[in-house]
């Protein structure tokens, strides 16, 4: 059912959805602030992300909810900052959001509740947004595991 995966960009859960993605040939995008800004410096060209004309990471986050069809947020713990913001904006669009606590969720959990929530929305772009790397070190390699888990089903 999944066509295209898009995030922002960010180190941590954007990236790990949107390795996923590339290593399974599924397409992706998704908006980014101007300069192709991550914590870590410019965003690599291997990740086709649309630049915006703002830098803001809020309009970022928000055009990623409005472009997709549901958003999935991954953490180890409570929503936070720009996690927080991207269930706000969800609900301020009417847009389906999941929020994915892996403290509280093994992988296998995960994948099923992300399946049914994939299903249950009829989503075909989906946003992945989440924690940065810098304030969650095991966020990347948790999101990477439950897409690539979605992508092989």
């Known amino acids: 059912m999944l066509k295209k995966i898009i995030s922002g960009g960010q ?17 992706h995008g998704g908006a980014i602030p101007r300069g192709r800004l991550t914590e870590d410096g410019v965003l690599p060209e291997k990740y086709l992300l649309e630049e ?4 803001s990471y809020p309009k970022r986050t928000e055009k990623n909810v409005v472009d997709s069809d549901g958003t999935v947020i991954f953490t180890h713990g409570k929503l936070t900052g720009g996690s927080l913001l991207t269930k706000k ?4 669009h009417s847009k389906p959001v999941l929020h994915l606590d892996m403290l509280d969720l093994n992988a296998e959990r995960a994948t099923t509740l992300l399946q049914q929530f994939i299903e249950g929305h009829n989503i075909e772009v989906l946003n992945i947004a989440g924690s940065r790397a810098s304030k969650d070190k095991r966020i990347y390699e948790a999101t990477f595991s439950v897409i690539e888990k979605i992508l092989l089903t």
């Open 52 to 55: 915006m004309p703002s830098a």
């Open 11 to 27: 180190t941590g859960a954007d990236q790990a959805g949107l390795d996923a993605a590339i290593k399974h040939n599924i397409p």
């Open 89 to 92: 904006k969800a609900i301020e």
